[in-house]
């Protein structure tokens, strides 16, 4: 099995901030659109959000990226394509292995940090490039509507998005820049894709995350120390 640690929504580059903390709940800022999409931010009920974080850049009106998508029957389709599925696809990516989405986020009068807000279980592949199923396209989702890439694919199967910013959901050390995380011991050196510098595996249980990328990999096989851990990990983003 693999985990699959995908950043995703707003940050300084995209966006222009971090996504907000609302009543003790990560509310994740999809992007701005930079290909196909019909939904604005006003349409996920984001456009306030949306205009704070991007200092008045974006607003309700504005198209954003949908991407991933939860929708109400448990189902997350997620949308991946150019260089970073080319890493997925390398990575031996596949049916059973598990997307912890995670973004920066920042309370109100609190630091900017990484925090897992999401996942979604690998059900199904779907390669775009080969015909596009009309059930992505009713539900809008922007690598559906067009195709952002020559290897343009949608992940599929069961996800949720996190009911409330716990404290177990959180990557960035206390008072640490936010790419400083907190790793789990079962995460050690050579077992992320993008991380193998030296430099990066910091004592304390600290990870330097790189600056720049979308998907980084983690194969962990068998093992239950992983395994118990991301149980942990679904069942606080689960937790009502």
């Given at each position: 099995m693999r985990i699959i640690f995908s950043r995703k929504g707003f940050d300084s580059a995209a966006g222009g901030g971090p996504s907000p903390i609302v009543a003790g709940r990560p509310v994740s800022l999809p992007i701005p659109a930079g290909a196909a999409s019909r939904t604005t931010y006003g349409d996920l009920g984001l456009g306030e959000h949306a205009a704070k974080a991007s200092r008045g850049r974006l607003g309700a009106g504005d198209l954003c990226h949908h991407d991933p998508m939860f929708l109400p029957d448990g189902?997350?389709?997620?949308?991946?394509?150019?260089?970073?599925?080319?890493?997925?696809?390398?990575?031996?990516?596949?049916?059973?292995?598990?997307?912890?989405?995670?973004?920066?986020?920042?309370?109100?009068?609190?630091?900017?940090?990484?925090?897992?807000?999401?996942?979604?279980?690998?059900?199904?592949i779907v390669d775009l490039t080969q015909g596009v199923p009309d059930y992505l396209v009713e539900h809008g989702h922007p690598h559906a509507l067009a195709l952002h890439a020559a290897n343009d694919a949608i992940y599929a199967g069961p996800g949720a998005e996190a009911r409330?910013?716990?404290?177990?959901?959180?990557?960035?050390?206390?008072?640490?820049?936010?790419?400083?995380?907190?790793?789990?011991?079962?995460?050690?050196?050579?077992?992320?894709?993008?991380?193998?510098?030296?430099?990066?595996?910091?004592?304390?249980?600290?990870?330097?995350?790189?600056?720049?990328?979308?998907?980084?990999?983690?194969?962990?096989?068998?093992?239950?120390?992983?395994?118990?851990?991301?149980?942990?990990?679904?069942?606080?983003?689960?937790?009502?």
């Open positions: 189902t997350c389709l997620f949308g991946q394509c150019g260089a970073a599925q080319t890493h997925l696809a390398n990575q031996g990516v596949g049916v059973g292995d598990v997307f912890l989405f995670f973004g920066l986020y920042r309370e109100e009068g609190g630091e900017p940090h990484h925090r897992i807000f999401g996942y979604m279980e690998v059900e199904e409330h910013a716990a404290d177990g959901l959180r990557l960035t050390v206390p008072g640490g820049p936010p790419s400083l995380w907190n790793r789990p011991d079962w995460l050690q050196r050579g077992g992320l894709s993008y991380h193998d510098r030296a430099e990066r595996w910091l004592r304390g249980g600290q990870l330097q995350s790189v600056a720049r990328g979308q998907e980084f990999v983690a194969d962990v096989g068998r093992r239950k120390a992983p395994r118990e851990w991301l149980a942990r990990v679904l069942a606080e983003i689960r937790a009502s």
